[in-house]
């Protein structure tokens, strides 16, 4: 069974980078589809940014309108099976908790990915 552990979560400043780690084990995370999630206070989850297998493709998430394109990167390192979430200007509206996810199907991991890490928050204060 593949399990996910976010890191990288915290208190930041409005403006401030962000760089947010999942380590995958129990599996080889080039087996699998990766994304980012992320469920602010009072909302749904959405998804942020999803990767395929081979990083050739990648999938990015609307928030209120806006899209994820631009604002967030996603990359994997599958010799340290992990995948990473960066961000150089956060916002207060960027505030939530952060989730990992896997599932070997690409084409459904921004619906419903198999596996979910226990999520990081990030909380940025203006």
């Known amino acids: 069974q593949v399990q996910l552990v976010e890191s990288g979560g915290g208190l930041v400043q409005a403006g401030d980078s962000l760089r947010l780690s999942c380590d995958v084990s129990?599996?080889?995370?080039?087996?699998?589809?990766l994304a980012w999630f992320r469920q602010a206070p009072g909302k749904d989850r959405e998804v942020v940014v999803a990767?395929?297998?081979?990083?050739?493709?990648?999938?990015?998430?609307?928030s209120d309108g806006y899209s994820m394109r631009g604002r967030f990167t996603i990359s994997r390192d599958d010799a340290r099976n992990a995948v990473h979430l960066y961000s150089d200007s956060l916002k207060p509206e960027d505030t939530a908790i952060y989730y990992c996810?896997?599932?070997?199907?690409?084409?459904?991991?921004?619906?419903?990915?198999?596996?979910w890490g226990q999520g990081t928050p990030v909380t940025v204060s203006s």
């Open positions: 990767i395929s297998q081979n990083g050739g493709s990648r999938y990015y998430g609307n």
């Open positions: 996810a896997a599932d070997r199907n690409y084409y459904k991991i921004s619906a419903s990915p198999d596996h």
């Open positions: 129990g599996d080889s995370s080039s087996a699998f589809a």
